[in-house]
Structure formats: C-alpha cells, structure tokens
C-alpha cells in the first residue's frame, strides 16, 4: 500500500488504521506490507512517536 507524504495525512492515516482494525503496530506493518523502522522514522522526523499503552502515535 502507498503512504501518504505529508507527514500530517500519514499520522492520520495511520492512527485511523491503529484505533479501527489493529491491536498494535507490528500488526499493522505486517498486514500492511509496511516497514515498521521506515514508519516509525518518517513519523518522528515531523515530531511524532509511538506509544504502544495507547496504540497510536502522538
């Protein structure tokens, strides 16, 4: 699957998937097909990291 650039719509995105259909991250990078280490990196460059007690990213 295609992310999103913006850093802004891949947060929303992302968290949307997070609260809807996946228990935590590493099932939504296996699921998705999606590199986990490139997520997290991309998400921190515009300030954001992921907090596995609630399950998205802030």
Known sequence: MQLP???YMLLSMI??????FYPDLDALC???NVDKEE???KLKAAGFE?????NKFF
Do not use: A
């Open 50 to 54: 992921y907090s596995k007690e609630n």
């Open 5 to 7: 650039n913006d850093p």
């Open 39 to 41: 997520l997290c990196s």
């Open 15 to 20: 968290n949307m998937k997070l609260r809807d």
């Open 30 to 32: 296996e699921d998705m």
